[in-house]
C-alpha cells in the first residue's frame, strides 16, 4: 500500500478514508505496471509449460491409453490427487515472480474444479426410507468380534460383507444374528439384513477362469464365490441388492497397474446388472477401483453413486489408515440417496461405507 501522507492524518490520529483508498488504488497501479512490463512474462516459462501440461493432463485423462500398463486407468484412479501439484506450481510460480506461470495455472485450476468441484459441496440431507453399509471385513483382520459389533451398531438395516474368511465366518454370523435376523452367505461375501430376504443366489463374475474352470465341482465353486445378489422385501416394494468383491489389482514395474481379474469380473458383474428386470437395484461392495476408472462403465452407465450423489467430500476408504481412495462402493438404481458417509476404521485394512435411501 501507498505511504500516506502525515497531512492526511486526522487529529485524533485516524488515517483519513480517502486517503486508505488512494492507497489500495496506487497498489494496484503498481501491480499493474509491474504485470505489463516483459520480464515476469519472460521468467518461469517451464512452470508455465508444467501448468498448461497438468491442466491437459487432467482434462484429456480419458484419451489416455490402456495399452501401456493400464497407465488410462491408473490415471483414473488417481485422478483427484493431481490437484495437489497446483499449490506447489502456484508456490513456485510466486516465488520466481512469473506472470505466465500465474496465467497457466489458471487452466488446471478450471479443470480439477470441473472435475471435482461438486465433490466438495455439501450435498447430504436428512431423511430416508433405508439405511445400507458395506464393508471389506479383511481376511486379516485381527478382531472380526470388535468388528461385528462394531457395525451391528451403525444403524444399517442392510449391512453387506466382503473378504470373509471360512474361519470367521461363523464369528461374523454369531455376532450379527442379534441384530439380524436374516441373512446369506455365498463364499466369501454376505448379507445381513433387518427385512426378509428371498430369491438369494450366486453370481458369476468369472471369477474362475480359464479351461479347467468349468471342470471344478459346484461345491468349490460356490465356496469362492465373490458375488450374490438377493431380494430385499421392502415397504415399499423389493429390491434387488448385490454383494460383490472384485479381483484385487497390483502395481509392479513389469506389468504396471496389473487389473485382468479386476476387469473381467467388472464386465461380468456388469452384464448381470444389465439384465436385472428390477428397477430398485443397489449394489454394495469393494470395486477395487474408483468410479472415475474407464474398466467401469458398463456398471456405471447403468448405476449411479450414493458417494457423488449425496455425499460430502471424497468418501476415500483405503487404506483404512490414511485414505488415498474410493474403492469400496454404494451405487443404486431406481432410489434416490439422501446422505452418504464414510464410517469409522475397524480391524480391517478398508473402511465401511454407509448410505441412507429413499424412494
Known sequence: MAQVDTAEIEEDGAVRPDAVAEGWRAGIRRAVRNGSR?????????????????????????AIPNRIGNLGSLVESLLPWFGVFIPVLMIAALWRRSASAVAALLLPVVVWLSLFGGVLSHKSHSGGDLTVVS???GADNPDPVGTARKLAA???DVLALE???EQARGTYGKELAKAYPYHTVGGTVGLWSRLPLSDTEPVEIETDYGPLAATRPADVRLASSRALRT????????????????GSVRVNPRAGFWTDTRDRNAQA????????????VVLLGD??????????ADITSRLSSAQETAGDGFGFTWPAKFPLVRIDQILVR??????????????????????????
Open 135 to 137: 464393508h471389506n471385513v
Open 287 to 296: 470395486m477395487n477401483g474408483t468410479t472415475d476408472d474407464r474398466a467401469f
Open 269 to 280: 458383474l456388469g452384464k448381470a446388472i444389465a439384465a436385472e428386470r428390477n428397477k430398485r
Open 231 to 246: 431380494t430385499v422385501a421392502t415397504k415399499q416394494g423389493p429390491l434387488a441388492v448385490y454383494v460383490a468383491h472384485l
Open 163 to 165: 473378504e470373509m474368511t
Open 334 to 359: 431406481g432410489v434416490k440417496p439422501r446422505s452418504s458417509w464414510v464410517l469409522p476404521t475397524t480391524g480391517s485394512d478398508h473402511r465401511p461405507v454407509a448410505a441412507r435411501i429413499s424412494w
Open 154 to 156: 451403525s444403524g444399517a
Open 38 to 62: 516483459p520480464e515476469p512474462w519472460r521468467r518461469g516459462l517451464v512452470l508455465a509449460a508444467l501448468a498448461l501440461l497438468l491442466g491437459l493432463f487432467m482434462l484429456l485423462h480419458a
